[in-house]
């Protein structure tokens, strides 16, 4: 079964940092391109980084900076490494297969908080 | 506030169609032919229902469609389901700097 699975959420400090993975099972992640995308409580969507196969990157205004998004082909996951984290950044995380101009595959979400 | 304008509810009986529609600029939606729609039930991860505009990823039923006109994109759901219930977020590629945006987000209710 085609599965993306995100760990690494959990209760941080503002001005603190998280890391967060996403691996992959079923699948091999080193030919596709990589979002993460997150949901604050009650909220909609946001798009918050890529990185393509061959590690182009891009971010969102309101994570470019203090987020960092990579991948490891050999380990088939990915990864979002979170620095100067504030209330707003309080959401689910989902790592997204990104493909066709799409969101294809998603997993099921971490939840970061982030409160003092 | 989201970069692409949804309708916050619509609603219909079951067997009836109803459409949401997703407006955005000349430099997202008015742009490019990569307009998805997602849907989320509660407490779930969202699921792809269209990209391209109107293309269907394998399993997702024929009653969902997509189109474009403009700047804005539309799905309509057609002989609604109970379990057509959910909320509906659309995205466009924006290209640049910011490369996806999203919608707010459509509750549809299945009265």
């Known amino acids: 079964e085609v599965q993306l699975v995100e760990s690494g959420g959990g209760l941080a400090q503002p001005g603190g940092s998280l890391r967060l993975s996403c691996a992959a099972s079923?699948?091999?992640?080193?030919?596709?391109?990589l979002d993460w995308v997150r949901q604050a409580p009650g909220k909609g969507l946001e798009w918050l980084s890529y990185?393509?196969?061959?590690?182009?990157?891009y971010y969102a205004d309101s994570v470019r900076g203090r987020f960092t998004i990579s991948r490891d082909n050999a380990k088939n996951s990915l990864y979002l490494q979170m620095d100067s984290l504030r209330a707003e950044d309080t959401a689910v995380y989902y790592c997204?297969?990104?493909?066709?101009?799409?969101?294809?595959?998603w997993g099921q979400g971490t939840m970061v908080t982030v409160s003092s | 506030q989201s970069a692409l304008t949804q309708p916050p509810s619509a609603s219909g009986s079951p067997g009836q169609s109803v459409t949401i529609s997703c407006t955005g600029t000349?430099?997202?939606?008015?742009?490019?032919?990569?307009v998805s729609w997602y849907q989320q039930h509660p407490d779930k991860a969202p699921k792809l229902m269209i990209y391209?505009?109107?293309k269907r990823p394998s399993g997702v039923p024929d009653r969902f469609s997509g189109s474009k006109s403009g700047n804005t994109a539309s799905l309509t759901v057609s002989g609604l389901q109970a379990d057509d219930e959910a909320d509906y977020y659309c995205?466009?590629?924006?290209?640049?700097?910011?490369?996806?945006?999203f919608g707010g987000g459509t509750k549809l209710t299945v009265l």
């Open positions: 997204v297969i990104d493909a066709d101009y799409a969101f294809h595959i």
């Open positions: 079923g699948f091999t992640l080193r030919n596709y391109s």
């Open positions: 990185i393509s196969s061959s590690s182009v990157i």
């Open positions: 000349s430099g997202d939606v008015g742009r490019y032919n990569y």
């Open positions: 391209e505009v109107t």
């Open positions: 995205s466009s590629y924006a290209g640049s700097n910011n490369l996806w945006v």
